[in-house]
């Protein structure tokens, strides 16, 4: 039962340093997206997919790019690490575009602290 | 926009006490309605859901209504567990232009003392 799989799960970078975090899916799911959680301030959202190459910018997206070169993989990239990226992150997933009342499966999460 | 507003916490409550967490919504049309519990040190996962209005999603004694009349899906269950400390989100999801995203709230941390 893997579901949503995300590495590296902690990770400490240097200011200015780029780093890839990974995301894999084996349900097939339609829909991707990354999500980052800070204190007080619930979920927001970064970047979406709605298929392979297809990507959107969410509610945060300043700092980070993403590429879904196949269903599978949505990787995030942290383009020069600042330390107000300093958050844990999760990816997600849901199937089928187009029906609101699916349910969206989350990664376990990757803890980054940039330095 | 869409959002989602659920009661600030942390909610602290005894072994067996009754449970109610607010969660109100701003959406056009019709979303759907979740809850979702995130455990220490993992990720998010769905409790319930409700995808129109009068809909009842429950789960491990936990229960939601969807009112539409009130923009609001408050989380009840009638005796809390210490296992069921946790944090809280309400979401939403809406499809729009063909495709759709999901409102999370800020979350509400409960604690269940023994």
């Known amino acids: 039962n893997a579901g949503v799989t995300q590495t590296p799960k902690f990770q400490v970078l240097k200011t200015g340093q780029s780093m890839t975090l990974q995301c894999a899916q084996d349900?097939?799911?339609?829909?991707m997206s990354w999500y980052r959680q800070d204190p007080g301030m619930g979920l927001r959202l970064i970047h979406y997919s709605v298929g392979a190459g297809i990507t959107d910018q969410g509610e945060v997206p300043n700092g980070y790019n993403v590429s879904r070169s196949t269903t599978e993989d949505f990787p995030l990239r942290l383009l020069s690490a600042a330390p107000s990226q300093t958050s844990v992150y999760f990816c997600?997933?849901?199937?089928?575009?187009?029906?609101?009342?699916?349910?969206?499966?989350f990664g376990e999460g990757s803890w980054l602290t940039v330095v | 926009g869409d959002s989602v507003t659920q009661m600030e916490g942390p909610v602290t409550l005894s072994e067996e006490a009754f449970l109610t967490i607010n969660c109100t919504y701003t959406?056009?049309?019709?979303?759907?309605l979740f809850w979702y519990v995130q455990y220490p040190g993992e990720g998010l996962q769905l409790l319930l859901k409700a995808t129109k209005a009068d809909d009842k999603g429950s789960n491990k004694g936990f229960e939601a209504t969807y009112r539409k009349e009130t923009t609001s899906f408050h989380l009840e269950k009638g005796s809390v567990q210490v296992s069921d400390s946790a944090v809280y989100f309400c979401?939403?999801?809406?499809?729009?232009?063909?495709?759709?995203?999901?409102?999370f709230g800020t979350g509400t941390r409960l604690k269940v003392l023994a």
């Open positions: 349900m097939n799911h339609e829909y």
């Open positions: 979401a939403l999801s809406r499809t729009t232009s063909g495709t759709y995203k999901y409102i």
């Open positions: 997600a997933s849901a199937p089928t575009v187009g029906t609101s009342g699916n349910t969206i499966y």
């Open positions: 959406a056009t049309g019709y979303p759907s």
